[in-house]
């Protein structure tokens, strides 16, 4: 996926793989970084929309959970605001790579409450 950007897979370079921090669509930017661990890859909070509440409604406008935003991934402790839009939710501790498009998952122990497609990300 590096073709036509000029970047990695030379068989000179040893450093560290190349990630997607971010991508502008209106301004045709996309933002790459290089390393695992890199700060642009760290986010706080996120926005959510499409929510699908298991319980057809969310238990607060405002309440405290943990979340999910990939597969297997260990619950994370964080706060939700709900908002006509949709949701933003804040995460107690920095999260690696939280991807637009991809799916936020929020639980009450082991209930699961629903989620939502994730719109945008904040750092």
Do not use: M
Not at 19 to 38: E, F, I, M, P, S
């Amino acid at each position: 996926q590096r073709h036509g950007l000029g970047i990695g897979g030379q068989a000179d370079h040893s450093e560290a793989a190349w990630y997607v921090a971010a991508k502008d669509l209106q301004r045709n930017v996309l933002t790459v970084v290089q390393g695992h661990n890199h700060p642009l890859l760290q986010q706080t909070a996120l926005t959510a929309i499409d929510i699908n509440w298991i319980a057809n409604s969310p238990p607060a406008d405002s309440f405290a959970c943990t979340a999910k935003v990939r597969y297997r991934q260990a619950d994370q402790a964080c706060k939700v605001q709900c908002h006509d839009k949709g949701l933003t939710v804040t995460f107690t501790e920095l999260q690696r790579a939280i991807t637009p498009g991809q799916y936020v998952v929020l639980y009450d122990d082991q209930i699961c409450l629903g989620g939502g497609v994730i719109a945008a990300t904040t750092s």
